[in-house]
């Protein structure tokens, strides 16, 4: 088959992956703007950068590389304990949110070889994450040298509570254009299929096409008003010296 010809099905049945699209933008563009609870991420940058203690408490390998990001995998667990939590809650009351419901939103991060933590809150507002995920870098830096005996975590960037915060979790914009498209991908497909299961024929071509010899006659599709006699026809059929008349249907 040409592409002429499957450009040729999808014009027979355009009004059809016309609803289909337009159904599936309208159902999408629905749920981005009204049943979709917006998400906000708040980020924090910490670094890991080893300093012994004055009172030599802890005496680290000359503060080396290798061993800063060695605790930073230790970091990670420590900025989730419930010491370092229940000290935030107990601190920030405002937050009104528990360890554990701060604890399943902390996501820490760091990249490989890097003496750098990344330090991410989600909530529903973005003010709110802002202020959680600095009360939680607040406290972990104060906390770190009381756990660990050393001091060595320094707070590089916190988050900005009046920066302009978009949702992570809703594009309004990208979901109506995703749904288009696969809303005309599937669309097509079902014309394709319901041309595929169609056998009959609708044109003089496709029959020549299936069975290679040519039309010498077709009959045309009569409606109910074309076989209907009408008063015309009547009149027309009239014999000679025949008067007119009138019938009454009933």
């Known amino acids: 088959m040409e592409l002429k010809q499957y450009m040729k099905i999808i014009r027979k049945k355009i009004g059809l992956v016309a609803v289909i699209v337009l159904i599936a933008c309208a159902a999408a563009a629905v749920k981005s703007f009204f049943f979709t609870t917006p998400i906000y991420q708040a980020h924090a940058r910490l670094l890991v950068n080893q300093t012994a203690l004055p009172d030599g408490q802890f005496s680290p390998s000359v ?5 800063n990001i060695m605790m930073i995998n230790s970091y990670k667990v420590i900025i989730k304990s419930e010491t370092i939590l229940s000290q935030v809650t107990q601190r920030y009351p405002e937050l009104n949110i528990t360890p554990a419901q701060l604890a ?21 507002s973005y003010v709110r994450a802002a202020q959680m995920v600095n009360a939680v870098s607040t406290v972990f830096k104060e906390q770190i040298p009381l756990i660990m005996k050393v001091d060595n975590v320094t707070v590089l960037d916190k988050a900005n509570e009046a920066a302009a915060a978009y949702p992570i979790n809703n594009n309004p914009i990208f979901v109506i254009l995703v749904s288009f498209v696969a809303a005309l991908m599937l669309a097509i497909g079902l014309v394709f299929l319901i041309e595929y299961l169609d056998d009959t024929f609708k044109m003089e071509s496709e029959v020549e096409a299936v069975l290679g010899i040519p039309v010498i006659a077709s009959v045309p599709k009569m409606t ?11 009149l027309n059929n009239q014999g000679v010296g025949e008067g007119q008349h009138a019938t009454i249907n009933q």
């Open 63 to 67: 503060g080396t590389l290798q061993t």
């Open 104 to 124: 399943g939103r902390i996501s820490v991060s760091s990249a490989e070889n890097s003496q750098v933590m990344d330090l991410l809150i989600r909530d529903q």
């Open 224 to 234: 109910k008003e074309d076989v209907r006699p009408s008063r015309k026809r009547v």
